[in-house]
């Protein structure tokens, strides 16, 4: 009974010392939020496919806190998002806006499609023209089939 309670209370103990403390919120909570909103807008650098706002990688709780120091300088949502922008490119923005710098974000993928489907039909054509090129014989090589059975035909019926 001893060995199971200090077993248990060491693996506590380990369990503590491994897990991290919560972030600490914002002092201001209009702040908080705030930035809660204007994170929610920008794409974590490192994740990629989350928010700004949902990561929890180190580069992510950086920016998060370069927004709060912002928004204490008394700077607007459109400037933060700016600055960002300025700093990180338009990938940075969820919603990156429609201009030639970012033409193939918005519609590369559709690109793409468009070009696999052609390609694709393109094939099956050509691949149906040479099954068909295959499949049609020529005159004498069709006298030459007709021979080759009847052939067969008479060697069947004499043994």
């Known amino acids: 009974m001893k060995r ?10 380990c369990c503590s010392a491994i897990a991290k403390e919560a972030a600490p919120m914002a002092e201001d909570v209009q702040v908080e939020k705030r930035m809660v909103s204007i994170s929610e807008e920008l794409r974590c650098l490192v994740c990629q496919n989350e928010s700004l706002a949902g990561s929890h990688a180190d580069l992510a709780q950086d920016l998060r806190r370069e927004i709060r120091q912002q928004i204490r300088l008394g700077k607007s949502d459109k400037e933060i998002m700016d600055f960002m922008v300025g700093r990180y490119g338009d990938f940075v923005r969820y919603r990156p ?15 793409l499609l468009v ?7 393109l094939y099956l054509r050509r691949r149906g023209r040479r099954v068909a090129d295959a499949a049609a014989l020529s005159t004498e090589d069709q006298q030459k089939v007709e021979a ?7 060697s069947g019926r004499n043994p």
């Open 4 to 13: 199971l309670f200090l077993t248990l209370c060491t693996t506590l103990l």
């Open 97 to 111: 806006p429609l201009k030639a710098t970012t033409f193939l974000l918005w519609f590369g993928p559709l690109l």
């Open 115 to 121: 070009a696999g489907v052609a390609t694709l039909l």
């Open 148 to 154: 080759l059975l009847k052939e067969a035909a008479d």
